[in-house]
């Protein structure tokens, strides 16, 4: 019921757009957030929006590069990524959930597949 896309192969300092789809969204999600795993590390937060639009946080290793927005029309939340280095290279996971606290625990009830960006220098 979560559909991420719009993974790829960038050069260092180029941007790439996430999107993660809520299809058939009955269910009850009042938060979305982003997620990477690194090649041999554990997953680890990127940022997160509420549906409304509101309650915006973003991991420190990529404020003021990567934005987070939704677009409550199609149900997509995206994650806007610019100025990407070869460290932001991963799979990358949304999660949604009724719940914030859940989200920001990493243990979202909705996970979308992952979306690989790889980021060459």
């Known amino acids: 019921q979560l559909q991420a896309s719009g993974g790829g192969l960038v050069q260092a300092g180029e941007s790439l757009r996430l999107s993660c789809a809520a299809s058939?969204?009955?269910?009850?999600?009042?938060?979305v957030g982003w997620f990477r795993q690194q090649s041999g590390k554990e997953r680890e937060f990127v940022a997160a929006?509420?549906?409304?639009?509101?309650?915006?946080v973003y991991a420190d290793s990529v404020k003021g590069r990567f934005t987070i927005s939704t677009n409550n029309a199609e149900d997509t939340v995206y994650l806007q990524m610019d100025s990407l280095k070869p460290e932001d290279t991963a799979v990358y996971y949304c999660?949604?959930?009724?719940?914030?606290?859940?989200?920001?625990?990493?243990?979202?009830?909705?996970w979308g597949q992952g979306t690989l960006v790889t980021v060459s220098s």
């Open positions: 058939g969204r009955t269910f009850s999600v009042e938060v």
């Open positions: 929006i509420n549906w409304s639009g509101g309650g915006i």
């Open positions: 999660a949604a959930d009724g719940l914030r606290r859940p989200v920001m625990a990493g243990k979202a009830y909705y």
